[in-house]
C-alpha cells in the first residue's frame, strides 16, 4: 500500500476508485465499504483510493470537543494495508481546507488529482463549505467530470449499527467486549517502553512502562486487562494495568504491561499492545502484600481469558 501525506505528494496516473472519510476505527462498518471498493478496484484494473485527513475535522472546527481517537495514524495505516487498500492519501485538514467550496473539492482534488473514475460513498455523505453538497450533489459533478457514484443505501450501513462514536463510548466505560466486537479486532495502544519506579519487579511482576506517543490517541477506561504483543516476530501474552497506582499512592494516569514468560530489557523499544479482555477495576489495596496477592489472581484470570478467546 502506498500511504501519501497531502494531496500534492500525489504522483500516481492510474485511475482510482475512491472512498472519503475519517475512518477513524476502520470497524466492521467501514470495511463494508471498503470490501466493495477493493473489490471494484481489482476487477476494473483501478486504484483502491481511501481519501482521509488528519487531525480529524473535529479537532479543528471544535477546538474544545476534546476528542479522542481511536487509531493512530499508523495503526490506521496497518490495518487498511492489511485490508488491501492500494492508496492512502492523508490530507491535512485545516481551517482553510474547510472553506473550499464543493466544485472546488471535487475538481481539483477528486479529479486532477486523484484521477478518480468512481466513489462509493455512505448515504449521508456531505462535503464542501459548511457540509453543504450531498449525494445527490456529487452525482451531478460526477455527470459534469465524468465519473460514476455508488451510494451504500441506508439499509445497508444501518444492518452494522456501529459507529467510532459507540465504540469511543465503550471503552471509556471499560466495556471492552462491546468495542472489539465492533472494531472486528483489539482495541490496541501503541508506545514506546520507558523507565518506571521498579516496583512491580520488587513483587514479581515487572512491568513495561508504555508512553502513548500519540496524545490524541484514546486511552480506555482504567483497570487491568489481559493482552498481547508482538515481539521478535512472536506473540507473548501479559497483563496490563491502566490507571494512577493508588496503593502507592500514585498520581497520573500510568500504563503498565507485565509480560508473561518474557524476561528481557524493553527499554526504548516501540510496542503495539492488543487488549483483549477487560479483568477487573483498578483498587487500592492496604499493603504490598495485598497487591501482589492480586496480581497474582490477575495474571491466573488472565491466562483463563487468553485460553477461552
Do not use: W
Request: proline residues 3%; hydrophobic residues 40%.
Amino acid at each position: 500500500m502506498i500511504t501519501v501525506r497531502g494531496l500534492s505528494e500525489y504522483r500516481i496516473e492510474r485511475p482510482s476508485v475512491v472512498t472519503i472519510g475519517t475512518f477513524d476505527g476502520v470497524h466492521i462498518g467501514h470495511r463494508k465499504i471498503l470490501s466493495r471498493l477493493t473489490v471494484y478496484a481489482a476487477t476494473h484494473n483501478m486504484q483502491a483510493t481511501l481519501l482521509t485527513f488528519f487531525p480529524h475535522p473535529r479537532m479543528v472546527l471544535q477546538k474544545d470537543s476534546g476528542l479522542k481517537l481511536l487509531n493512530t495514524i499508523e495503526e490506521k495505516s496497518d490495518i487498511l494495508e492489511e485490508i488491501g487498500l492500494d492508496c492512502l492519501v492523508i490530507h491535512p485538514f485545516t481551517l482553510r481546507f474547510s472553506r473550499l467550496t464543493a466544485t472546488r473539492f471535487v475538481r481539483e482534488m477528486l479529479v486532477e488529482k486523484l484521477h478518480t473514475k468512481k466513489i462509493i460513498i455512505g448515504y449521508d455523505h456531505r462535503f464542501g463549505r459548511n457540509r453543504t453538497a450531498n449525494i445527490q450533489d456529487l452525482e451531478a459533478f460526477g455527470n459534469l467530470f465524468d465519473f460514476s457514484v455508488e451510494e451504500i443505501s441506508a439499509q445497508e450501513v444501518n444492518e452494522v449499527s456501529v459507529s467510532s462514536t459507540k465504540i469511543r463510548k465503550a471503552l471509556e466505560i471499560g466495556d471492552l467486549k462491546t468495542a472489539n466486537e465492533f472494531l472486528g479486532y483489539p482495541y490496541m495502544l501503541s508506545g514506546t517502553v520507558k523507565r518506571g519506579k521498579g516496583l512491580g519487579r520488587t513483587l514479581g511482576f515487572p512491568t513495561a512502562n508504555l508512553r502513548i506517543d500519540a496524545d490524541y490517541k484514546l486511552i480506555p477506561a482504567s483497570g487491568v486487562y489481559a493482552v498481547s504483543c508482538q515481539l521478535d516476530g512472536k506473540k507473548v501474552y501479559g497483563m496490563m494495568n491502566i490507571g494512577s497506582n493508588p496503593t502507592v499512592d500514585g498520581t497520573g494516569q500510568h500504563i503498565e504491561v507485565h509480560f508473561f514468560e518474557l524476561d528481557r530489557d524493553l527499554y526504548d523499544l516501540p510496542l503495539r499492545v492488543n487488549l483483549l479482555a477487560r479483568l477487573r477495576d483498578e483498587r487500592k489495596f492496604d499493603s504490598l502484600e495485598f497487591l501482589k496477592k492480586q496480581l497474582e489472581q490477575d495474571r491466573e484470570d488472565a491466562l483463563r481469558a487468553i485460553r477461552e478467546l
